[in-house]
């Protein structure tokens, strides 16, 4: 320590000048770095979340108050030897410490108040130190020289080159700031009214008052910072643009796979059509999305993102609304931005503010289906690429729907019967391993009615198959009518039809069979070719879970059984607790 204080005393003019050049520089690099981190927080503060930002820009400043505390401590080392030379960087860091610790007490109680803080509180925030900055380092360049200070070149390297992180509007207004302060400072300076320090410099005197020098000097930086902040934001504008072009397509790829993954898996039409408006939303930055069906009573929305969930399933009327007309007769999307008066969906389903529309058609081997519209609070939005990927996410719609159609009319084939549009008989096994599981759960009874057609056989040889087919049907519908809304009829096979009671003791069924035995008994069945009037008859039998069985088969047995016995008098209703 000795040997260095030695040193220092024997060198004291040269290395004062040395030492605190090295110091100012650092600290104006970095704090030029910090303005270039924050300008970069302003410019993707509406892809972060509140405390992601807050978070983010403390951190910031604690690396401010590391670089000030280093400031501090070379000063108060170096203060042994050099009393008063490093007073004004030690004031000039106990400014930037100030409004810094300010800072971020703000961004403290905003991190612990999220509620009562917005987007553009925490924007005036970053940019009032950007300002700070800025006067701090114009003020650091009149203590290092002035209009000779080694400082200016920071300037000239590093606005043009934080062109490439903030918007243009941003960066001329920080461009035009710079250029008046410093034209203030050199005129102050050459009329001796704030003469300029030597900090780390030994500036020729007489330059400053040269005022051709210093014209040339203000002229040479205002024309390289506009002339190079304008190039330099060009640059980062276009790069930018390919940037976000490849990051869109990228997600355009993955939003198109992942509908086709959810088309491919599942055939639940609901959760595919959620899939591709949520992919909607994220991909065009739109505020609501919804799809709907047109038919003759008017919109059906049969799915929709950001719309009052009430809605779905609403029919809302169309007579007023001529864009459906025009979409399925172009089969092209169409953008209506802003909204006009023939827009009239978003008023329809109560969402305001929507300020551009799109509407692409859903169209499958020619037939119309329906309509994805979606819709967004900014103005002049979407564009022609947004139409071709809401029009191909519409086809993938529409393939959906197809799809579940195509499936919703095979499980329906599969599990009714084509003659009379009844339950079959799997779903009859279905349904009864339902209700017995549920039945043992809850302690509850349910009855099985098995009814068959007296003397069917007689009626096909009188009348024909074709007759005995519109008989089975009438009887189909006779049953329904009298059947309660609770009942489940099945057609069991040829003449045979099964009813379940659902939480139907034995006596109350006895009632139903035999208002239905009498119904059928009573009824005129018409003869579809010549009109001629025809009666039959029924026969049936009657089980109860689980007193007469607890299982599905037995329990069928134990009803045939007892439709056994009552076809031996025909037209009779037989319990099988009396076989």
């Not at 999220?114 to 650091?140: F, H, M, R, Y």
């Amino acid at each position: 320590m000795r040997v260095l204080q030695l040193f220092l005393e024997r060198h004291r003019a040269g290395v004062s000048p040395i030492l605190s050049s090295i110091i100012i520089k650092l600290y104006v690099l970095f704090l030029f770095t910090s303005h270039m981190v924050m300008s970069e927080e302003i410019k993707n503060q509406t892809d972060l979340s509140i405390n992601e930002i807050l978070r983010q820009t403390r951190w910031i400043i604690r690396l401010r108050w590391l670089a000030v505390g280093s400031v501090f401590a070379s000063a108060a080392l170096l203060r042994l030897f050099f009393p008063y030379r490093f007073l004004p960087v030690a004031s000039i860091a106990l400014f930037v410490l100030v409004y810094n610790f300010l800072a971020w007490y703000h961004y403290k109680y905003c991190s612990q108040n999220s509620s009562l803080c917005e987007e553009k509180d925490i924007q005036l925030n970053l940019q009032t130190q950007i300002i700070l900055d800025i006067l701090v380092i114009a003020w650091t360049i009149h203590l290092t020289g002035g209009v000779q200070s080694e400082v200016v070149p920071f300037y000239l390297v590093h606005i043009p080159f934080l062109g490439l992180a903030i918007s243009r509007r941003t960066l001329f207004s920080h461009v035009g700031l710079i250029t008046a302060i410093l034209a203030l400072l050199f005129g102050l300076e050459f009329y001796g009214i704030l003469p300029h320090g030597d900090l780390g410099t030994t500036p020729d005197l007489d330059l400053y008052k040269d005022f051709q020098y210093i014209a040339r000097r203000w002229t040479t930086i205002t024309l390289f910072l506009l002339l190079g902040t304008y190039i330099t934001n060009y640059l980062g504008t276009q790069f930018r643009h390919l940037l976000l072009a490849e990051q869109k397509a990228l997600q355009q790829s993955e939003s198109l796979k992942k509908v086709a993954v959810s088309l491919g898996s599942t055939l639940e039409w609901k959760e595919t059509l959620n899939v591709i408006l949520r992919s909607i939303n994220e991909l065009t930055f739109s505020d609501s999305a919804a799809i709907v069906l047109i038919n003759d009573a008017g919109a059906k929305i049969i799915a929709g993102q950001g719309i009052p969930p009430h809605l779905i399933n609403t029919t809302i009327p169309v007579a007023k609304w001529s864009h459906y007309k025009v979409l399925f007769k172009q089969n092209q999307s169409i953008i209506t931005q802003p909204v006009n008066e023939a827009d009239r969906f978003w008023k329809a389903v109560d969402v305001p503010k929507i300020k551009c529309s799109l509407y692409a058609p859903m169209i499958s081997h020619n037939t119309a289906l329906g309509i994805l519209i979606i819709g967004s609070k900014i103005p002049n939005l979407y564009n022609k690429e947004d139409a071709s990927l809401v029009q191909s996410l519409a086809h993938y719609a529409a393939l959906s729907l197809e799809n579940s159609q195509l499936y919703e009319n095979a499980r329906h084939q599969a599990l009714t019967d084509g003659v009379t549009g009844l339950y079959n008989v799997r779903s009859l096994h279905n349904n009864l391993e339902q209700e017995l599981t549920r039945s043992k759960r809850y302690g509850r009874k349910f009855s099985v009615l098995m009814c068959d057609l007296d003397k069917f056989k007689s009626y096909n040889d009188r009348y024909g198959h074709l007759a005995g087919d519109d008989l089975l049907r009438d009887l189909a519908a006779l049953m329904t009518s009298v059947a309660r809304r609770s009942d489940k009829i099945f057609r069991y096979g040829g003449e045979e039809f099964t009813i379940l009671l659902l939480e139907t003791r034995r006596e109350h069924a006895l009632v139903l069979a035999e208002r239905l035995r009498k119904s059928v008994e009573e009824h005129e069945f018409i003869l579809q070719d010549s009109g001629e009037i025809s009666h039959i008859t029924i026969s049936i039998g009657l089980s109860v879970f689980p007193d007469d069985a607890n299982a599905v088969k037995p329990l069928l047995k134990a009803a045939d059984r007892a439709l056994y016995k009552a076809k031996e008098n025909r037209n009779k209703v037989f319990s099988y607790a009396d076989c």
